[in-house]
């Protein structure tokens, strides 16, 4: 029998021509579940509610489909208070504790202080409201640790519970937003930047009021100019909103927390399918628009793509 069996040279260019088509071309990316925090806000009073076909998300150009729009979620609220602030701040307290007290059931709190660029949690999260509200105290002031309120917030940030978008997340900052470790002099903080990829990457909507800061070092015009830019950024570029009264002292902050309120009774969760962001993850712009009159949405400036697996 003649074993000497030869090639069929067709067969072996349609294989060769198959190898090296595979070789060049790649795979698109797998879609991934992207979830982030949506804010309504009606030009008047609150908005009426906001249903999924409603909703519009473009990935740049690119319009993306809704996978699921959710209201009324679990929601993690943490209150960090700057423990540099005038100590006169502690007489806002009362309407602080009641805003606290006004959350809903499904709401968990917690109470932290700014100090030396950690986050000293007073009372952890937990939906006994009453007993988050004891946890407020009097600001050190002058006695206090004076460093950057940004590195407070990466702090607690490490250490925040892993949403995997089953809830809302968000802190509200009380601070005169300056950095005494450097002095507050930059127009843009050092540490503002990697504080707002933290809180994207999380899903963390950032709140501020600004408070001024025990001190003369806390009343400087250029240091409180910055200051309330970098708190204006950190709020606007994590799908959230910044209450300052010009440079003065509020002499309440009730109407801020009432305002907040409202925001945080008309959030949703918005999943849509996303293309990977490659080995590493990647930032990229995301727009939610509705036909609905007189709304608007308040959104992260990037959204965090997960890696391709």
Known sequence: MNTNVRPNPVRLLVVASLLTFTSFTTLPALAADVTVTVTAVAKKGAPPPIKKEDV?????????????WRHDGPLYLAILIDDSLDTEAASQW???????????????????????GSAMVAQDFTQDHALAAKALRIPLGNL????????????????????????????LLISSGIDYLRGGFEPVDPDLDPTIERAQKENVNIWTIYYPGEGHLGRGYFRVFNSQSNLSRLSEE???????????????????????????????LLTFAAPGGGKKG????????????????????EVFLPPSQ
């Not at 690119?62 to 699921?68: L, S």
């Not at 959230?240 to 008309?266: C, G, I, M, W």
């Open 144 to 171: 206090g640790a004076f460093a950057s309120p940004y590195l407070s917030l990466q702090d607690w940030l490490k250490r925040w519970p892993s949403s995997a978008g089953d809830h809302r997340s968000s802190i």
């Open 282 to 301: 990647k930032f990229e712009r995301v727009r939610v628009i509705t036909e609905v009159p007189n709304v608007q949405f308040l959104t992260p400036s």
């Open 94 to 116: 009362s309407d602080l504790k009641a805003f606290i007290n006004e959350q809903p059931e499904n709401t968990l709190v917690a109470v932290a202080y700014a100090r030396n």
């Open 56 to 68: 519009q998300v473009f990935q740049g150009k690119e319009h993306v489909q809704v996978a699921d």
């Open 238 to 268: 994590t799908g959230a909103e910044s209450y300052y009264l010009s440079f003065d002292r509020p002499v309440t902050l009730k109407p801020y927390f009432d305002e907040l309120n409202q925001h945080l009774n008309n959030q949703y």
